[in-house]
Nanobody, 120 residues
Framework: QVQLVESGGGLVQAGGSLRLSCAAS????????MGWHRQAPGNQRELVAT???????NYADSVKGRFTISRDNAKNTVYLQMNSLKPEDTAVYYC??????????????WGQGTQVTVSS
């Protein structure tokens, strides 16, 4: 069993900042990718950012320069620092972890999501 629990969402004014956290527990392969996706009403879920166990990052063009993803491997926790927030960032943000090995997989687990609302 793998469980991901997000926290840190809320209501913020445009231009403000929020920091999301996601703590993973259970049996998780160490060489995993963790990331954040988001889904706004009427939209498909989209990639926000990912980070490998080695620290390599990837960002959606819409958040580059504003969001920073990081992780604490010892705690199996991933963070998303969101600065200069815009109303279009409003969405439910979901934490994800993914890995695949020769012995099994792929494995893909998701949290329940945390609401981020940015007012204009």
């Amino acid at each position: 069993q793998v469980q991901l629990v997000e926290s840190g969402g809320g209501l913020v004014q445009a231009g403000g900042s929020l920091r999301l956290s996601c703590a993973a527990s259970g049996t998780i392969f160490s060489a995993n990718v963790m990331g954040w996706h988001r889904q706004a009403p009427g939209n498909q879920r989209e990639l926000v950012a990912t980070i490998t166990s080695g620290g390599s990052t990837n960002y959606a063009d819409s958040v580059k320069g504003r969001f920073t993803i990081s992780r604490d491997n010892a705690k199996n926790t991933v963070y998303l620092q969101m600065n200069s927030l815009k109303p279009e960032d409003t969405a439910v943000y979901y934490c994800n972890t993914h890995w695949a090995t020769m012995g099994g997989g792929p494995y893909d687990y998701w949290g329940q999501g945390t609401q981020v609302t940015v007012s204009s």
